[in-house]
């Protein structure tokens, strides 16, 4: 790419975390200086992010509507001035970024990653910020069909596949199945109380299933679901966390599991968004590790990406996780096989769409 090219990339929420990096990496790697704009809390509880930034500039909004504002306009004559001619917006939505858009200069590009699907349905404020962002990444390539045209802008899918890895201690061969549930307990994302009878049915299997996040022990969600897991006997089965899994521990965990399980179910609520308007954070998990995701067959009917997965219908549960497990080997040898789901190609792909580089499909 010739010269040091400055970039921002931007994350004003101090969230999607799991998307930065493979961002950060695929610019380093094309040469360029890399200025990371987020909230302090998310810098240190990523620590991996420190040897890949050039600098960190930190923000704080939630000060009041004129303040916020008005810290965006600073915002912007920080990209001036550090002649920064790009900045990657990781979440690419909502009213802080409605108005560092509205304060930007016209010579600066703005790009977009897309979480949500909705927001390209009627959302006035993602209007305005599309007056600006005139390319959008969303992170699967089935959502593209998805997406009405909109004009003069343009769209394209990336895997954000790289996660932190370290190196553990030896331990002694795993002698049971595991089963990773990513994210805590959480009704809304996750069909729990759906999935008890589920649990239940490979009771006596030898397995046990993580939940990999936080299951805040003070929630009412979460005492009544350990109060559910006691009542079935299943507390002994599934493992989960009080306190926030950081990367090293999640990491490890992930390099002891079998399969990930979304753990979302058709007309439920944890239907609403997932697989609908947005990914579950368990589908590039599993792309990343290559671990076969264990998802409801009605997903893997319409989603090219799961047709690596291992896939159950409620009332034949215990029977396809058996089956699942038979070929355990032959779905991760598929996805490891696969190119989409490498990270050199993703990140490379990253990086033409940026720079308008002609793109490699």
């Known amino acids: 790419m010739g010269e040091v090219k400055n970039v921002a990339v931007v994350e004003i929420g101090g969230s999607h975390d799991e998307c930065l990096l493979s961002q950060f990496f695929a610019l380093k790697q094309a040469g360029c200086c890399i200025h990371f704009v987020g909230t302090e809390e998310l810098w240190q509880r990523n620590q991996v992010f420190h040897s890949l930034v050039d600098t960190f500039v930190p923000i704080k909004v939630g000060q009041g509507a004129i303040a916020d504002f008005m810290t965006m306009r600073r915002l912007n004559s920080y990209f001036a001035a550090e002649k920064i001619d790009k900045v990657i917006l990781n979440t690419a939505q909502g009213g802080h970024v409605r108005n560092l858009c509205l304060t930007a200069k016209k010579s600066t590009e703005f790009i977009g990653i897309i979480h949500t699907l909705r927001k390209f349905n009627g959302s006035f404020t993602q209007k305005v910020i599309s007056r600006k962002v005139k390319k959008y990444f969303v992170l699967n390539t089935f ?64 397995m ?6 936080k299951s805040d022990p003070d929630k009412e969600e979460v005492l009544a679901f350990k109060k559910a897991l006691e009542e079935k006997g299943l507390q002994e089965k599934v493992i989960l966390f009080d306190e926030f899994v950081d990367a090293q ?14 753990m979302v179910h058709p007309e439920t609520e944890s239907a609403k968004e997932y697989f609908r308007n947005q990914i579950p954070g368990a589908l590039n998990v599993s792309l990343g590790y290559k671990i076969p995701l264990f998802v409801h067959r009605e997903y893997a009917s319409s989603w090219s990406d799961l047709h690596t997965a291992a896939t159950y219908k409620l009332e034949t549960f215990r029977e396809d996780l058996e089956k699942a497990i038979e070929n355990h080997q032959k779905l991760s040898d598929e996805l490891t096989q696969n190119t989409k789901y490498s990270v050199v190609y993703q990140e490379e792909n990253y990086v033409k769409f940026i720079f308008d580089i002609a793109f490699k499909k």
């Open 143 to 206: 959502f593209l069909e998805q997406i009405p045209p909109q004009n003069g802008v343009r769209l394209e899918a990336f895997y954000p596949l790289r996660f932190p890895t370290f190196e553990h201690s030896a331990r002694e061969t795993k002698t049971f199945t595991q089963i990773a549930v990513i994210g805590g307990v959480e009704n809304r994302r996750k069909d729990l109380m759906g999935s008890l009878p589920l649990m239940e049915s490979i009771l006596d299997l030898n």
């Open 208 to 213: 046990r299933i993580v939940f990999l996040g």
């Open 249 to 262: 521990h999640f990491d490890e965990a992930l390099k002891t599991t079998d399969f990930i399980w979304p």
